[in-house]
């Protein structure tokens, strides 16, 4: 069973920039598609960005152009770089594999994940 440690977060600045990572145990997730959630107090978790198993990459509105997702095969690992990041950004972040049964294609709905990380939390404040 693949179990997913996600790390990276932390308090930036109005403008700053801050990569989160999620490493996995128990598994490769090279077959996976990855994608990474993030969920503000009292709203739904919504996706973000999506890395398919051959590394095609999804990003959603909001964070087109200032988040890009990558994939470190050595090292197992799934990074979202975040820049020129705002307040709005502010939000626990989850990365998760997308169900096997989706053949490593990208999906982005919570509905459609099989293993969840624990998350960590992004403060973006002056």
């Known amino acids: 069973q693949v179990q997913l440690v996600d790390s990276g977060g932390g308090l930036v600045q109005p403008g700053g920039s801050l990569r989160l990572s999620c490493a996995a145990s128990?598994?490769?997730?090279?077959?996976?598609?990855i994608i990474w959630f993030r969920q503000a107090l009292g709203k739904e978790r919504d996706g973000l960005s999506c890395i398919s198993s051959r590394d095609n990459t999804y990003y959603s509105d909001g964070v087109r152009g200032r988040f890009a997702i990558s994939r470190d095969h050595t090292k197992n690992t799934v990074n979202l770089d975040m820049n020129t990041l705002k307040p709005e950004d502010t939000a626990a972040y989850y990365c998760a594999t997308v169900r096997p049964s989706y053949g490593g294609f990208c999906r982005m709905s919570p509905r459609d994940v099989g293993y969840w990380g624990q998350g960590t939390q992004v403060t973006v404040s002056s």
């Open positions: 128990g598994g490769t997730l090279n077959y996976y598609a």
